[in-house]
Nanobody, 127 residues
């Protein structure tokens, strides 16, 4: 079973930056499409960004486009989420998700497409 472990969440002031990391035990990591989702209490889980197995295709939610960037390092079995120009509304628990795919260019923007999830990391943005 694939194990995903997120790190990097913390308290940061509005306008600041954070980089979240998600280390995967999945082998080979290069066969997994990966994504980041976030959730706040009382709200549904929200798609943030996704990246294809090859890293060549990415997708970012409109709410974070231009501020967040998803990337991956297949040699390190790690996916990242660079978060810049943070806003208080970005406050949430951020989850890493993964799924093994047959096509290197595939990714998904819906949570139910992923079958491996991390435990989450808390990001808090103060105003």
């Amino acid at each position: 079973q694939v194990r995903l472990v997120e790190s990097g969440g913390r308290l940061v002031q509005a306008g600041g930056s954070l980089r979240l990391s998600c280390a995967s035990s999945g082998r080979p990591f290069s066969n997994y499409a990966m994504a980041w989702f976030r959730q706040t209490p009382g709200k549904e889980r929200e798609f943030v960004a996704a990246i294809s197995a090859s890293g060549g295709n990415t997708n970012h939610a409109d709410s974070v486009k231009g501020r967040f960037t998803i990337s991956r390092d297949n040699a390190r079995n790690t996916v990242y989420l660079q978060m810049d120009s943070l806003k208080p509304e970005d406050t949430a628990v951020y989850y890493c998700a993964g799924v093994r795919v047959l096509q290197q260019g595939s990714y998904y923007t819906t949570g139910r497409a992923y079958n491996a999830w991390g435990q989450g990391t808390q990001v808090t943005v103060s105003s």
